[in-house]
């Protein structure tokens, strides 16, 4: 389940390039805590 949200997000960081870089920056750092922990 989290391995495919995760492959979504990056599918979609690519898709939208800059403007997710910038706006979802903020959603991909608690996803990479979690990922750490």
Known sequence: ML???YD???QFA???GIYF???GTIDIV???YVFKH
Request: hydrophobic share 40%.
């Open 14 to 16: 690519s898709f939208y």
């Open 30 to 32: 608690p996803v990479t």
């Open 21 to 23: 870089n910038v706006a």
């Open 3 to 5: 391995s495919y949200f």
């Open 8 to 10: 979504y997000l990056t």
